[in-house]
């Protein structure tokens, strides 16, 4: 099975790598558009701001690309924002994957913070992304904008107010927090994933 990580101007590659390794899968790590549509599976991971990164993957005709794929693809973080239809970040247009627009977490209590930052808990799991999973697992967060729930939504979180923590429509499947740095949980939600 060849799976292949999105190469694009965004951080956190990397550690999607290692994770995939640690499972004994080698990715390919590229941004030819052949590759990518030969592979089995795509990751699109992302660590960094909406509107500048939209403008590369315009720029770079990625953005179609990524609309296009067939197989079993994908989002992480910033990814699964970019798969959206609008940003509150930087009021950038993204690629409409999922009909739904992303928000800026805006604090109501003082003990509130943004960025919601650490481990939090998933409900209401709805796609095969959670196979075998229970409701009292824990999942790493690092993001200051989210996508609220919609009929697209595969599992909640609660922070401030609930909000997707994973998305899934046909071959797209997305998770607000990072599988790669949530450990074992992690693991086994890239295995299911491998395994669609």
């Not at 967060?141 to 429509?169: Q, R």
Request: hydrophobic fraction near 40%; include cysteine.
């Amino acid at each position: 099975m060849q799976v292949a990580i999105i190469k694009y101007n965004a951080g956190n590659i990397r550690s999607v790598d290692y994770a995939l390794r640690r499972l004994g899968v080698e990715p390919l790590i590229t941004s030819d558009e052949a590759e990518l549509r030969r592979a089995d599976k795509v990751i699109f991971p992302g660590v960094g701001e909406a509107e500048t990164t939209m403008r590369f993957l315009q720029a770079s005709g990625m953005d179609r690309l990524i609309k296009e794929m067939h197989q079993p693809l994908l989002g992480i973080c910033l990814g699964m924002q970019l798969m959206c239809r609008h940003s509150e970040e930087g009021h950038v247009d993204c690629l409409g994957i999922f009909d739904v627009d992303v928000k800026r977490f805006v604090s109501q209590r003082h003990e509130d913070k943004v960025p919601h930052m650490g481990w939090n808990t998933l409900k209401n799991l709805s796609c095969e992304l959670f196979k075998g999973f229970t409701e009292e697992e824990f999942v790493y967060f690092v993001h200051s904008y989210y996508v609220p729930v919609n009929e697209c939504t595969a599992a909640v979180t609660d922070y401030i107010h609930p909000f997707s923590a994973a998305l899934h429509k046909d071959n797209y499947y997305a998770t607000q927090f990072h599988p790669e740095k949530s450990g074992s949980v992690g693991e086994r939600i890239l295995k299911n994933f491998l395994d669609l």
